[in-house]
Every structure is written in C-alpha cells, then in structure tokens.
C-alpha cells in the first residue's frame, strides 16, 4: 500500500512567496500592477473589496511592492539623486460625504 501525501501549507508560506516575487520585480512592473490595481478599485470598489476577501495575501503584496518601491526610489540606481516623482496611489482626495448639511441663514 502506498501512502497519500499533499497537505495544504500555511499562510506564512505565502507570505515569503509574496516578499520573494516582489522582491525580484522591478519598479516598472510594480507600478504596473498598482495602476491595474488603482484601475479596479477606481471603477469597482466592491469588487475591489471582494478581491481582498478572497485573497488576503494580495493586500500584503501590495504593502510589500509600496515598500519596494520606496526603496527603490530612494537611492536604488545609480543616477545622481532619487529619479523623477512619480505619482503615487493618492488621486484627487474626496472629503468623506459625512456630516450634517450647512446651515442655511433664514432670510432677514
């Protein structure tokens, strides 16, 4: 008789997964991937939730490639200085819709 192996691996394995796939991704890549990322959190926010819940490990390989790519601005080629400002994920800021409406002075 021959024994079943197999075994479903913890998540901690994803997550060095994760820190060794964006560990070898270039900027260029993973500003790629953010801005598909910002494409679908821009046209479909629920999605863009539902994708999380599903893969809890995409939002840590998200923080893995913003902090990636702040060292890989800061000082990580070999031209004189940081490389021109790229935009980063924070688009045009939308005051939550919140609070009670302004009130209206009544007439004289």
Known sequence: GGG???GNKPLVN???QILGVVG?????????IMGELKRIVTQ???????LLNQYP????????????????NS????????GPG??????????PGRGPPPMGAGPP
Do not use: C, F, T, V
Request: charge should be negative; aromatic fraction near 2%; glycine fraction near 24%.
């Open 86 to 95: 790229m935009g980063g994920m924070d688009g045009p800021g939308h005051p």
């Open 4 to 6: 079943g192996g197999g």
């Open 75 to 82: 000082g990580g080629g070999p031209g004189p200085g940081p």
């Open 14 to 16: 994803i997550h060095e």
């Open 24 to 32: 070898n991704m270039n900027a260029d890549h993973i500003y790629e």
């Open 57 to 72: 490990q995409l939002s840590i390989a998200i923080l893995r490639m913003h902090d990636r790519l702040g060292k890989l």
């Open 44 to 50: 479909n926010r629920e999605q863009a939730r539902e």
